[in-house]
């Protein structure tokens, strides 16, 4: 029987992800739309967490990071996993390290499960002078 796909609640970028050894509780540290460079090409490095629902069996997940000046493929990952009950909502979460940046413009996190698009967070990426007297706002 095949897995039915899953819906998305949330899917966040943040700078780091902590996850409580106890309770299995996730803490997102520093969630950003935005990616701030005094320089392109950039590598990325932060985490990606997501929430979903109504999914039950296993599962081929994929986080596919997308330009979208041209749509061109930057990366993708893929990871397993098995959800024992469609009752309760299930966290997928991953550590997307040294991910390139060619240049200032907007991309996608695009996530799957068994090959169906699922849904897509955008991200910005801005150059900006480091001998400025202010951080970018955001």
């Given at each position: 029987m095949e897995s039915p796909p899953p819906s998305v609640l949330a899917i966040l970028l943040c700078d780091q992800l902590i996850v409580d050894a106890q309770s299995q509780k996730k803490s997102l540290i520093g969630v950003f739309d935005k990616f701030h460079s005094p320089v392109f090409p950039a590598l990325l490095s932060c985490s990606i967490y997501v929430?979903?629902?109504?999914?039950?069996?296993?599962?081929?997940?994929?986080?596919?990071?997308?330009?979208?000046?041209?749509?061109?493929?930057?990366?993708?990952?893929?990871?397993?996993?098995?959800?024992?009950?469609?009752?309760?909502?299930?966290?997928v979460a991953a550590h997307l390290m040294g991910i390139p940046i060619p240049e200032p413009g907007k991309y996608e996190i695009q996530v799957y499960a068994d090959d169906v698009y699922l849904g897509r967070v955008t991200l910005i990426a801005v150059q900006f002078n480091p001998g400025s007297l202010s951080w970018p706002q955001h």
């Amino acid at each position: 029987m095949e897995s039915p796909p899953p819906s998305v609640l949330a899917i966040l970028l943040c700078d780091q992800l902590i996850v409580d050894a106890q309770s299995q509780k996730k803490s997102l540290i520093g969630v950003f739309d935005k990616f701030h460079s005094p320089v392109f090409p950039a590598l990325l490095s932060c985490s990606i967490y997501v929430k979903l629902t109504d999914a039950e069996g296993s599962y081929n997940f994929k986080i596919r990071i997308v330009s979208l000046k041209d749509e061109s493929l930057l990366t993708e990952l893929g990871m397993q996993g098995t959800v024992q009950t469609r009752s309760e909502p299930v966290e997928v979460a991953a550590h997307l390290m040294g991910i390139p940046i060619p240049e200032p413009g907007k991309y996608e996190i695009q996530v799957y499960a068994d090959d169906v698009y699922l849904g897509r967070v955008t991200l910005i990426a801005v150059q900006f002078n480091p001998g400025s007297l202010s951080w970018p706002q955001h």
